[in-house]
């Protein structure tokens, strides 16, 4: 089940992005600082086992466009969690448009994109200090030409 983020999430949240992200994560505050101004497009992905909820992945996007972060727990990868908070994204997106920056190095994310239809539109260059950024993008039409 994909629902908004609520403040009790902030521990598990916090765990997916240390794991996901180990040389940059965000902390804390910046997740509630995202709460704060992205309410409804700070999703997370929920299972439920045993009666119990584990929050397995996340994604915050701005409406207008701009993924800020996806995560998925490295436990649970590659069973079709991305996809869903990522079309989640796509359909919730105003202007039907959404624009990504991926680490050069990050080979996974890059497939991940790929196949869901991105297109590389530019590179930042030092974006992430001493790395360039591939900076990804997606509308409707190029889905439709690759998928
Ligand atoms: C990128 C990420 C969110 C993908 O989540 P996921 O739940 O594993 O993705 P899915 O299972 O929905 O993958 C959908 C498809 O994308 C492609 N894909 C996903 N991860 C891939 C990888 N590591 N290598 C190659 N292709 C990949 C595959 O085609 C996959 O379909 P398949 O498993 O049937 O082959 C996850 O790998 C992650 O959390 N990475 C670390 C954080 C990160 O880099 N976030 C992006 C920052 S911009």
Not at 21 to 46: G, Q, W
Not at 75 to 80: D, L, N, V
Not at 121 to 134: L, Q, T
Request: positive net charge; glycine residues 6%; aromatic residues 10%.
């Amino acid at each position: 089940m994909i629902r908004p983020f609520s403040l009790a999430d902030l521990n598990a949240i916090l765990q997916i992005e240390r794991e996901s992200f180990p040389k940059s994560p965000y902390d804390r505050r910046t997740f509630i600082e995202l709460h704060t101004f992205c309410p409804e497009t700070f999703l997370v992905y929920v299972e439920t086992a045993d009666q119990r909820e584990q929050i397995s992945g996340y994604i915050v996007f701005i409406p207008e466009g701009r993924i800020i972060s996806i995560a998925v727990l490295p436990s649970q990868r590659r069973k079709g969690i991305g996809k869903e908070l990522l079309r989640k994204a796509m359909e919730m997106t105003h202007l039907k448009r959404l624009r990504v920056e991926v680490r050069r190095s990050n080979l996974g994310a890059q497939a991940f994109y790929s196949r869901m239809g991105f297109q590389m539109i530019g590179i930042s260059p030092n974006y992430y200090g001493n790395e360039d950024a591939f900076i990804l993008q997606w509308t409707p039409s190029i889905e439709k030409t690759l998928m």
